[in-house]
């Protein structure tokens, strides 16, 4: 039997109109969730897609495999004309539209990326002096209350 083609919402729209148009699913008021159909090698009977995990399907398994049976002995998934070379050029594209860059060449137009400098300095020297501005001392020994309590700010 020759399948007739469909793209992937209109396929989701007919296994979704079938469903819902079966007896028992209108008798209980459910809404089933049908995913969008995925493309996938052709298998034995030649059918191209597959669905899986319906929303809400509890209890209407064997009526919603029987609906898919059907539709996937009857429609096949069309693939647009330009969509294998979209989803190659997607690869190799970033999501604003350029070609990817080796890792090494800088945006920027300079030859080589630029060395990461910190803010606070060279981080392996001792504090000598905090970030606001305050001196502090290189080591605790030149603290004046060094193995006493510190003295306290409000008085005694």
């Known amino acids: 039997m020759l399948r007739k083609t469909l793209n992937a919402s209109r396929l989701?729209?007919?296994v979704h109109r079938r469903i819902h148009?079966?007896?028992e699913v209108i008798d209980d008021g459910v809404k089933i969730g049908v995913p969008r159909p995925q493309m996938q090698a052709p298998d034995r009977s030649g059918c191209n897609w597959t669905m899986e995990h319906f929303h809400n399907a509890a209890g209407f398994e064997a009526s919603v495999?029987?609906?898919l049976e059907q539709v996937r002995t009857e429609y096949n998934l069309a693939q647009a004309p330009?969509?294998?070379a979209e989803e190659e050029a997607a690869k190799a594209a970033d999501p604003f539209g350029a070609t990817k860059r080796a890792a090494?060449?800088?945006p920027f137009g300079?030859?080589?990326p630029a060395a990461a400098a910190n803010p606070f300095g060279d981080a392996r020297a001792p504090l000598t002096q905090d970030p606001f501005g305050a001196t502090q001392p290189a080591s605790d020994e030149a603290l004046p209350h060094k193995g006493k309590r510190a003295p306290n700010p409000f008085g005694e």
């Open 12 to 14: 989701q729209e007919e």
């Open 21 to 23: 148009r079966l007896q």
């Open 65 to 67: 495999a029987r609906v």
């Open 82 to 84: 330009d969509e294998a």
């Open 104 to 106: 090494a060449e800088n």
């Open 110 to 112: 300079g030859s080589k």
